[in-house]
């Protein structure tokens, strides 16, 4: 476990004892990483950020569709590249989902990691990344989108209340914006066309979900969604049988499983003539 400045990585990567090298980290960390890779003729695999769609179809029970999508969303205080940034719900239950989203997000308090209660949120990674997420919220705000609930930085440390957001113009710089950090977006959709749209109107790719009392026509919306991996009928799924990983902005290359183990490891051609 090394905790090596930049310098020191660039260098390990140069190293003739380095094959290739894989990254989980932002877009900028693995712009500066593959580059070294390349400048080398290494090999690299790259797990960024994504901003997730989580389409909700229909539900027989609005309040419970809204709890799992919300708790999913606060999983880490919002701090995971596959979390469900995007809540992209029909317009049918549109109005009592986002109600009941309001309603989780003031119930929830400060805490610490510590704590084993749900309903209790902890600082961000860093006051830096706290004072980010504000600024991004106030310019989503500014271009026309409306806080719900939540948006509000604390005076000192890296808490960042709980926020909901909804109206966010898909013409604005800030729908194309991942929020790492306790924000949910949420999008209202008519057709299952129009949910696959907004879906795939994104500079990401990472993971996603669909979510119908009908799931075949869950997995026909899922398979027309553009990310390296989607779930259907659940908040996600990971294993170390399974391949990880994105596409476009959200990186390249697999983790895990056995397109994982194969991205580092020599594919020899090995003939023998009789």
């Keep these: 476990n090394l905790f090596a400045t930049h310098d020191q990585v660039e260098e390990i990567i140069a190293d003739n004892r380095v094959h290739g090298v894989s990254l989980t980290g932002s877009e900028r960390a693995g712009e500066i990483v593959a580059a070294h890779a390349g400048k080398n003729l290494k090999k690299s695999v790259l797990e ?11 539900t027989d029970n ?20 596959t979390s469900n940034k995007r809540l992209i719900v029909h317009e049918d239950i549109y109005d009592e989902f986002v109600e009941e989203l309001v309603k989780l997000a003031a119930q929830m308090t400060p805490g610490t990691p510590d704590d084993r209660d749900a309903a209790k949120y902890c600082p961000l990674s860093s006051r830096e990344a706290a ?29 960042y ?21 306790p ?11 129009e949910a696959v749209a907004i879906a795939n109107d994104s500079l990401f790719g990472l993971g ?4 119908s009392t009908d799931t075949q026509r869950a997995q026909e ?28 902005r959200s990186g390249y290359g ?15 051609l090995f003939f023998v003539a009789n």
């Design 161 to 181: 209340s709980p926020t909901v957001l909804t109206d966010i113009p898909m013409d604005s710089e800030s729908f194309h914006e991942e929020f790492f950090g």
């Design 254 to 268: 697999r983790e895990l499983g056995p397109l994982g183990m194969d991205e580092f490891v020599n594919k020899q």
């Design 208 to 211: 996603g979900s669909v979510f």
């Design 62 to 81: 609005v309040a419970e569709a809204a709890a799992q999508a919300w708790w999913t969303r606060m999983s880490n205080t919002g701090q995971s590249c």
């Design 131 to 159: 004072e980010r997420l504000a600024k991004q919220i106030e310019k989503a705000s500014s271009n026309g989108a409306t806080v719900r609930a939540g948006g509000v930085l604390a005076d000192a440390g890296a808490y």
């Design 183 to 193: 924000v949910a977006s949420v999008y209202k959709f008519s057709t299952d066309e």
């Design 221 to 248: 919306v899922a398979l027309q969604v553009e990310t390296g991996m989607m779930a259907v009928n659940a908040p996600g799924t990971a294993g170390a049988e399974m391949p990880f990983g994105g596409i476009q």
């Design 48 to 58: 960024l950020g994504g901003n997730d769609p989580y389409i909700v179809l229909d």
